[in-house]
């Protein structure tokens, strides 16, 4: 249809080739841009002045669950984190390349695997220097096979060598893994493989360093007190369930490019509540990634606020997904028949309203592939609706698990009106289509995550943000045991396609090996039901600026300012 259209080339439009970070576990919509306005004096664009209080206002619709980088693995954590931490690299959300960070150069070896950090002379927010120790310090807590709380992603160090060897306890030496400080300022990593994206990959939080102040004290991340950061921010105010405050960190080596004081976040988990609150000027953005606008009111406020309301198309991907560990899905064929039993456009005309894209697929548009953009050469066209056919799959997969009716079971979400709204029209399309009843449970954002990671659910929201770009972010994650695959799928055929696109640099194998490996887990297996690929919907006042959103949907708040109003 003409909408599909329209927003498959404002998909292409966005298409960013190169590795660009985001956060994951979800998000949604757009931000402004600094544009290439030249910069006065005053850090403003050239003859803007900027507002005496730079205190940027903003919500977070749900608390993040720890600061702690090595356990991270939302996009609520990723805005806040990369408001007080560095790693080596950085992401120009503009250009969608790695630019300095705490590394202020760096060489690669002719065969793409020895990388040499060369460190700046960065501080920690206490004055101490940062070092390669403290990268040393911080990817093998990611790695420790003995952690009391294991990383979950600690499988996206793989990339170095050993790493994977080290966490799954088949080494004991930490010193064989492929990183080595060789002085204070001289990183040293090794790579298994070349990894094209690798750049890219350091300046995601599960690759920042942490203080040695960390080492012995468990409890480090869960006061302002004790966390020492690196970033241009500091985390200065901390009530829990009601509000962060970070201020500008005058140690941070780049702290002349910051021009905000401070960042007030509010966490406020109603839609309604946020609206209000940007309408009535006390917040200067509204929306996603890290917020939500009412499904409802996107049609009021994109005309009322014409000037301040942005729609991007985003590398996000929202759906539900099966414990394939209890029965009855542990049954295929189950599985299929509620996925082909939804109106997805229907539910995004009706429901959503924010222009998603229906999604038959886990790859969204937006990321690159072998020549241009994956979904491009390799449709998602894994399965269709067709409720004639999910009846038929249903009455099979109850056959062969000894059942003639499915029991009713629990569709689980977290808090939010969007999500609330969405499993409702899901479930209403569940009982006309298949006769089924579901009972729907909302829990606190924390506890919905960690009843994911434990399989402690039936059915379960979910949504996955790029956090490069490549087809790799999206399906190394359903690998065996893999630290976010929270369906509890363990399939070694799968498990060899994942790791042999990772053996490769071959551009074309690669592609080859990711669409093999999307097809098994949506059209061979169906361990997830995709519903759609996001858009971002935000709101943002006309006197801020410097706010920048990448391909994926993440949110860099570091460069932002406000000008007089």
């Not at 050993?162 to 030496?173: F, G, L, P």
């Not at 995004?348 to 229906?358: C, E, F, N, R, Y």
């Not at 997969?397 to 079971?409: A, C, I, S, V, Y």
Request: with cysteine.
């Amino acid at each position: 249809m003409k909408k599909s259209k329209s927003l498959l080339l404002l998909f292409a439009l966005v298409l960013v080739i190169g590795t660009v970070l985001a956060g994951c576990g979800g998000g949604n919509n757009a931000a402004t841009n600094t544009g290439n306005t030249p910069a006065a004096s005053d850090g403003s664009a050239s003859g803007e002045k900027l507002a005496a209080d730079q205190t940027l206002k903003i919500n977070l619709s749900s608390e993040p669950p720890t600061f702690d980088p090595a356990l991270a693995q939302d996009s609520q954590a990723n805005t806040v984190l990369k408001t007080m931490y560095e790693g080596l690299t950085r992401m120009n959300d503009e250009t969608g390349q790695a630019e300095p960070g705490i590394a202020e150069k760096w060489d690669v070896s002719a065969d793409g695997l020895v990388y040499t950090f060369h460190l700046r002379d960065a501080k920690w927010s206490n004055g101490d220097p940062v070092t390669s120790a403290d990268f040393v310090r911080a990817w093998k807590r990611v790695l420790d096979p003995a952690a009391a709380e294991p990383a979950p992603y600690s499988y996206q160090l793989y990339y170095l060598k050993n790493a994977q060897e080290y966490n799954e306890k088949k080494i004991t030496d930490f010193n064989q893994v492929g990183v080595k400080a060789v002085d204070d300022k001289t990183l040293e990593v090794t790579l298994k493989a070349p990894t094209p994206y690798f750049l890219g990959l350091l300046s995601f939080y599960t690759y920042y360093p942490v203080h040695k102040s960390v080492e012995g004290n468990a409890k480090w991340a869960t006061s302002k007190d004790t966390m020492i950061v690196d970033g241009p921010f500091t985390l200065t105010e901390w009530t829990t369930g009601q509000s962060l405050q970070v201020s500008k960190n005058d140690n941070y080596w780049d702290k002349d490019s910051i021009k905000l004081s401070k960042i007030d976040f509010s966490l406020v988990n109603s839609s309604a509540t946020e609206l209000q609150a940007y309408e009535s000027g006390q917040l200067d953005y509204s929306g996603a990634p890290n917020g939500e606008i009412p499904t409802e009111q996107l049609p009021i406020v994109q005309q009322k606020y014409p000037d301040e309301f942005q729609r991007k198309g985003i590398a996000s991907v929202y759906y539900y997904e099966f414990n394939v560990t209890e029965k009855p899905f542990s049954n295929v064929k189950i599985r299929k028949a509620l996925a082909m039993a939804i109106d997805r456009q229907t539910l995004i005309d009706k429901v959503t309203l924010g222009g998603q894209l229906p999604a038959f697929g886990y790859v969204p548009p937006g990321v690159a592939g072998a020549n241009g953009e994956y979904r491009t050469a390799i449709k998602d066209n894994y399965f269709t609706e067709d409720v004639a056919q999910a009846k038929t799959l249903l009455a099979e997969g109850l056959q062969e698990e000894g059942l003639t009716k499915l029991p009713t079971f629990t569709l689980s979400y977290n808090t939010s009106e969007g999500h609330k709204k969405i499993a409702l029209a899901v479930a209403d399309m569940w009982k006309k289509a298949l006769g089924i009843d579901v009972k729907l449970e909302n829990q606190e954002w924390a506890v919905f995550i960690e009843n994911r990671q434990h399989q402690n659910f039936q059915v379960a929201r979910a949504g996955w943000t790029a956090d490069y770009n490549d087809p790799m972010t999206f399906l190394d994650m359903w690998v065996t045991k893999g630290g976010n695959n929270d369906t509890g799928y363990a399939n070694p055929a799968y498990d060899k396609l994942i790791a042999e696109a990772k053996a490769t640099g071959d551009a074309a194998v690669r592609q080859e090996k990711f669409a093999a490996a999307e097809k098994m887990i949506i059209q061979d297996d169906m361990i997830l039901m995709p519903i759609y690929y996001y858009t971002n919907n935000s709101l943002t006042k006309p006197y801020l600026k410097g706010v920048t959103l990448d391909f994926s949907g993440a949110i860099d708040l570091t460069r932002a300012y406000l000008l007089e109003h």
